[in-house]
């Protein structure tokens, strides 16, 4: 069965929670193929959470899907392309029905699963013969002969069921999208026999070409390893990383006055404790040495004097906290959003939040106290010690014995708890991802039932964090203990000696104070080894912190000595010559020796199979990736050679994944500000959107949710194209921006952008041949190079020619 409609989704049938009324509700296991594909961190690992099946399976289910390659490869924008992730999304529906595998080459091109076997299961056998397929198309892509019952919907309603002849004699709004496809194929009519006759001539030059490259695209499991083991350091902190907290707000120069600041409230309040200790009486029969008003009127002034040294430190210390947290942020996050794309593609998001939100957080809430807390144990250390030495310098045996075990067990405790904290940050961040991942694909999850499995797998990751943070808090337990032990040991030690002296040896307000400041030293030698460990152990977040502020740049925005005219490019003339390009330097070239010219003011289409390098290609030319070697020009000016700003403000692009903000409509189709209500308006009637954007309450002004989840994909696509309509450059690329739409609308896209672009260098990445079949010039590339470059009519003519076969493909459906 195939559903068509305009706009359409099926989430009320998969899923019956969005249903107000409902009297059926379907039978058996039920699996969902969204638009957008839900790939997870792996393939493998991606098609075993949604199936449950064991590796043999998913390697035959890669293997139909053509797509056995990418197995145990990271998913990511470089290491798949778009169709590449819809495969491979396709690959747990196809382990549903894997006992069916025995009857499906491995040879079997995609573009014959996908349209007969997987979707439709045909008279010849597939993964699909025995089960219910409904297929939802916004396009008529393939043919309606081998459909059993076609609903046809409009405006949330079926207006007709039935066979596709029948619905084709009623004459309906279906035949208007049959219509519109024919008009798509009519561009083809007097090359359609053509390429009959050369289609079987130009498969067998395809199976030679492929089998002669199949070797060279094998890749050993870490040669394709994109995401790589998160970087994790060991042993101690090192020193820098201290001198470099300490020093980032104002340069260090807080922290000599915090120093100082508690410097003086010690010495104050010790102080205040002597002139006490001094000016008090022993016995009412002992005259006091200064009267009761001078004694008050001293201690209250020293007393004040220790408060506003100690809010002098507080304060100061706040602001050093504040300002070295803020610097620290700021320089991460700079450096992560000028990043290059490889960075992003071979570091999971979950590793990027964990350090943004766990380790600034440390940063910003507690870090700065444990080190303070530490200088003013040491403080506050020497001035028990000055006190305490008065009585006997024999104290300090004690002292010194008591301190070398501390020590001793700081040691002890400090290097697995330091790895244990380490450890701990590393594995949180694939708790964030998967946590992040099972919301995006929600969806996908819930139509395939298994809410069950992803729970387990949640929980694993939990249970996987909290192992080393629960041996660390154990460990942390295990030092309390042993430090209350020593700190009751060094008191008793000191309640002994004071006992043991002859009567009379020292002063027994002296004596009185020694003991006080001894119950003090016991406990402030606990805290300062405690804070110790506990400051090193949040050190890490400031390591983890300064690893991403070193990360690799990209080229600079603006190269003020080398600034293109303010109207370049005035051609749009496009020169590669010899590019080569590869993701990283571990990788194989994606892009081997790419020579063209594409013409100013030319429409271009470029066209091949899946991983032929079209999208590099486009990547290349905005400099998402930098060329390996090779130079691309536009209008004579090396891309290479001026600021990323001045060459991406100058080109356009409608991508295959349209992205949209949190935001208004208005906001996201002019972000900057630039344009009146009345531009704006226009460019969304030119795409389309008009109509639907004019029954929304608000307007301009409606209301765009988080990855523009409320608007649907077509309509996403159309606002990119709505983008690109106000700011109208002189080379607009195309990646194949109608994908989503239905045929009509595609229609009346291409006319729009032939249109308002007619002077301007279009460079459109086809899926779909009608896409460039009307292009002044077509690039086939395969495995990187270029097999052929002409204008469509040459090479439909040619023998030979592997675009003729494409072309056959198409018509075929």
Known sequence: MVLVSEGITGFAFFFPFFLRTSTNSPSGSIVFCTTMAFVVSSVALA???????????????????????????????????????????????????????????????????????????????????????????????????????????????????????????????????????????????????DCNDLRRNVEKDVNKIESTREDENKISGQEGQLVQEEEREKGRV?????????????????????????????????????????????????????????????????????????????????????????????????????????????????????RASTDQSIVDWSLASDVGAVAFSVVQILGVVAV?????????????????????????????????????????????????????????????????????????????????????????????????????????????????????????????????????????????????????????????????????????????SNRPDPHWPTQGEINICNLQVRYAPHMPFVLRGVTCTMFGGKKTGIVGRTGSGKSTLIQTLFRIIEPTTGQIFIDGVDICSIGLHDLRSKLSIIPQDPTMFMGTVRGNLDPLGEYTDEQIWEAIDKCHLGDEVRKRECKLDSAVVENGENWSVGQRQLMCLGRVLLNKRKVLVLDEATASVDTISDNLIQQTIQQHFSGSTVITIAHRITSVVQSDMVLLLDHGLVLEYDSPKRLLQEKSSLFAKLVSEYTRR
């Open 388 to 560: 305490m030495s008065q009585v006997s310098w024999r104290v300090l045996i004690f002292f010194i014995a008591i301190l070398l075990s501390d020590i001793w067990l700081q040691r002890c405790y400090i290097g697995s708890a330091r790895e244990l904290s380490r450890l701990s940050s590393v594995r949180k961040a694939p708790l964030v991802q998967h946590f992040a991942e099972t919301i995006s694909g929600a969806t996908t999850i819930r139509s395939f039932g298994q809410e069950a499995r992803f729970m387990d797998t949640s929980m694993d990751l939990i249970d996987s964090y909290s192992r080393p943070l629960f041996y660390y808090k154990a460990a942390s337990g295990w030092l309390d203990v042993r430090l209350d032990a020593l700190s009751l040991v060094l008191f008793t030690s000191l309640l002994v000696f004071l006992i043991c002296i002859p009567e009379g040896t020292i002063d027994p307000s002296i004596a009185g104070l020694a003991v006080t400041y001894g119950l003090n030293l016991s406990m402030l030698q606990s805290l300062l080894v405690w804070y110790a460990c506990q400051m090193e152990n949040k050190m890490i977040s400031v390591e983890r912190m300064l690893q991403y502020t070193c990360i690799p740049s990209e080229p600079p925005q603006l190269i003020e």
């Open 47 to 193: 098609t075993c959470n949604l199936c449950g099946t064991t590796s043999a399976f998913v390697v035959g289910s890669l293997a139909i899907m053509n797509a056995s390659t990418f197995v145990g490869s990271p998913v990511s924008a470089f290491s798949f392309a778009a169709s590449s992730l819809q495969m491979n999304g396709w690959c747990p529906y196809c382990l549903q029905w894997k006992q069916s595998f025995g009857n499906v080459s491995q040879k079997t091109r995609c573009s014959k699963i996908l349209p007969e076997t997987i979707l439709i299961g045909n008279e010849r056998g597939g993964c699909f013969v025995t089960s219910t397929s409904i297929n939802i198309l916004a396009k008529l892509w393939f043919a309606f002969s081998m459909v059993i019952l076609s609903v046809v919907m409009k405006g949330g309603k079926i207006t007709q069921v039935g066979k596709y002849n029948e619905i084709a004699k009623s004459g309906s709004d279906f035949m208007n999208l049959v219509g519109a496809h024919r008009t798509a194929l009519s561009k083809f009519e007097g090359i359609i026999e």
């Open 238 to 354: 090192g020193f820098p990383v201290y001198w470099k907290y300490l020093t980032l707000a104002y340069r260090g120069w807080l922290v000599p006055l915090i120093l100082l600041a508690e410097i003086l409230f010690q010495l104050l309040q010790i102080g205040s404790n002597y002139w006490m200790t001094w000016a008090t009486a022993v016995s009412d029969d002992v005259t006091p040495p200064v009267k009761r008003s001078v004694l008050i009127s001293v201690y209250v002034a020293l007393a004040v004097g220790s408060s506003s040294w100690n809010l002098a430190r507080a304060l100061l210390l706040v602001t050093a906290a504040y300002k070295t947290a803020q610097i620290l942020f700021y320089k991460m996050h700079s450096a992560i959003f000028c990043a290059p794309m490889s960075f992003f593609d071979s570091t999971p998001s979950g590793r990027i939040l964990n």
